[in-house]
């Protein structure tokens, strides 16, 4: 707790709360009285000064807790009861700080996420020095220098070399991931043993890492709906509340037949029992500690209400490349006849595909890493595939339409493989189909558990794709998605959303590209991939930094949590409220007990939302 002049004048009023325990009586009400003001001026404060501007704002009487309890400390002190007025101040401010350092404890991830952004870069000189500069003047195409151990200070590219990179910081991913020629970088991230040199693609304030603090920012300042309708709730109540008290008064003398005394005693019971302390702390430390514990496990949320709205969902629709699955083709079956010999053949393969540029050509040659060159003259035609003479003998690589009809051998394999979604490459030689190649882009592993998490609790999931129905169909069938919408066009998608929330509302919608991004904007929730496009990010309400479906699903768990808690918190907060005024009215309880029952049950509810701090991501 940082020792301001509100905290000092608290401590202060709290030792000489202590002290006047042990005084004698003549001295106590004196230091009673002392510790009320000492500890409580800034509760006066805030109270009389957020009444008077909310009231000037609204253009109505806009009273708030801290009025009752500073009512209520007077009406203590007035009735000769400063031990209790003390009590009841100290517990309140104490409370009262405890709930800021909550929500201080989930901003300071903020803190802690800029204190890691890097300063300073070194770039290389038209002439091939290196020279230390401020990250802010670097520019798009810049060359840097990455040191053994230092801090990548701005997104970009690798040029030359090879890292070991340590992207905890954007991902929550404490392992290092081995990264080398081609592969992207991210500010904020370490680089291990190795040095390398990259580029920079990005400007600082276009960075992932300088998207992470501001969108954590912002979620943090954008309330749940709940937490938004107890501040709109708590004004009218406090309202209630004090226009009560005339009535609770009068009902002493005249319904129960007390003192005056006694029915000013018990109408001061009943403001402290009856002030929603603890009610105004169910859901905003546990919303911020939730959006704290996500944004270190690699899932930004713009807004509060965002989080709470994932537990309700009755849907998600995903984008199929790139979202579900990895956005590029790999090599899934590889078959020869048994008329050649496969170590014969492999190496003309592969020569003839790393004369290509064609992106199946890319994923079968990054399949054979081991195969030996060989030395070939390739010729390409446009819809035709690949052909090459070696050793006297002719070479075809194409789809399976560049050699219709297909030969009756490789029919059925054809058949089931492309049945399967699989995209069919045959090769023939000297006219005679010899073997194939089936190339699919493959689910990514974090897909199945996330959609089998989604199903178990309710959520349907959806596939759209522009893909063919086969094609569709198969991947849906492979991560157990019974809904798939193909051969959907991008202008096509939002219209889909719409058909969807027609059956499923609220629906979230998840995706990566420009395409996806109207129908994330229509969704009631819209979930980016942290690799996706800009656009896709700034229209999306969720991102998912390292494209880890299995954080959507812990997202969820967060989500279901932070409901369960805040409605444990709202039902504890009132039945307190109930028991207390019961108690006062029945005379079973004093001002001193209902200020520890009260006020420790606003600190009960602030604890138990700040346990989702404490939530981890199962591996």
């Not at 190795?194 to 890492?209: C, Q």
């Not at 054979?368 to 390739?378: G, R, S």
């Not at 051998?409 to 049945?419: D, E, G, I, N």
Request: hydrophobic share 50%.
């Amino acid at each position: 707790m940082k020792l301001n002049r509100e905290t000092t004048a608290y401590l202060l009023g709290a030792g000489t709360f202590l002290v006047s325990l042990v005084v004698p009586p003549a001295a106590q009400a004196a230091l009673a009285t002392l510790a009320t003001g000492l500890a409580g001026y800034h509760v006066a404060w805030e109270g009389l000064h957020d009444t008077v501007v909310q009231t000037q704002a609204a253009h109505r009487f806009t009273p708030n807790i801290h009025l009752l309890m500073i009512l209520a400390a007077l009406g203590a002190l007035a009735i000769g009861s400063p031990t209790e007025a003390a009590l009841l101040i100290l517990i309140f401010a104490g409370a009262h700080f405890l709930e800021e350092y909550a929500e201080n404890k989930s901003r300071s991830a903020i803190t802690a996420l800029m204190a890691m952004a890097p300063n300073n870069a070194r770039r290389y000189t038209a002439g091939g020095r290196v020279e230390v500069v401020a990250v802010d003047d670097l520019a798009v195409g810049d060359r840097l220098l990455i040191q053994n151990g230092a801090q990548i200070p701005i997104d970009g590219t690798i040029l030359t070399g090879t890292g070991a990179i340590n992207e905890a910081a954007i991902s929550g991913e404490a392992i290092p991931r081995e990264k080398g020629p081609g592969d992207p970088v991210f500010a904020g991230t370490l680089n291990g043993n190795h040095p390398f040199d990259m580029t920079v693609t990005k400007a600082a304030s276009d960075t992932v890492f300088a998207q992470i603090i501001r969108l954590v920012a912002a979620a943090q300042n954008t309330p749940t709906q709940t937490a938004s309708m107890i501040q709109r709730f708590e004004p009218r109540y406090v309202r209630l509340v004090l226009a009560a008290l005339p009535l609770v008064l009068l009902a002493g003398p005249l319904g129960f037949g007390w003192s005056w005394a006694t029915s000013w005693y018990r109408t001061i019971g009943f403001l402290v029992a009856a002030s929603p302390c603890a009610l105004a702390a169910s859901a905003v430390p546990a919303t911020l500690a939730g959006i704290t514990t996500l944004a270190k496990n690699g899932v930004l949320f713009k807004g509060g209400r965002y989080l709470a709205n994932l537990k309700q969902l009755k849907a998600i629709a995903f984008d199929k490349t790139g979202t579900l699955t990895a956005g590029h083709p790999s090599v899934t079956d590889v078959r020869f006849s048994a008329a050649v010999v496969e170590a014969e053949l492999l190496p003309v393969i592969v020569a003839m595909e790393r004369q290509s540029n064609h992106p199946l050509a890319a994923a079968i040659v990054a399949h054979f890493p081991t195969v030996p060159p060989c030395d070939v003259t390739v010729h390409s035609q446009l819809g035709q595939g690949l052909s090459a003479t070696v050793a006297g003998h002719q070479f075809i690589i194409g789809k399976p339409a560049r050699f219709a009809p297909v030969p009756a051998a490789w029919q059925a394999q054809v058949a089931a493989l492309t049945h399967q979604g699989k995209t069919v490459i045959l090769i023939a030689r000297d006219g005679v189909v010899v073997g194939l190649i089936a190339l699919l882009d493959a689910p990514k592993p974090s897909a199945k558990g996330a959609i089998d998490y989604l199903k178990a609790h309710g959520v349907t999931p959806v596939m759209i794709t522009g893909d063919a129905q086969p094609t569709g169909a198969a991947v849906g069938a492979s991560l157990g998605i019974d809904t798939v919408y193909a051969n959907v066009m991008p202008t096509q998608k939002a219209s889909v959303i719409s058909r969807l929330q027609a059956h499923f509302a609220p629906l979230a919608m998840v995706g990566d590209g420009v395409n996806d991004a109207p129908a994330l904007a229509s969704a009631e929730v819209g979930i980016a991939m942290g690799a996706g496009t800009d656009v896709a990010i700034d229209v999306a309400d969720v991102v998912l930094v390292d494209n880890d479906l299995a954080r959507l699903a812990f997202a969820h768990r967060v989500s279901r949590k932070l409901d369960r808690i805040v409605r444990e918190n709202l039902v504890f907060a009132m039945s307190v409220v109930v028991l207390l005024v019961g108690l006062n009215a029945l005379q079973l309880t004093n001002i001193a007990w209902g200020v520890v029952l009260h006020e420790g049950s606003t600190l009960l509810v602030i604890l138990n939302g700040l346990r989702l701090l404490h939530m981890r991501r199962e591996s």
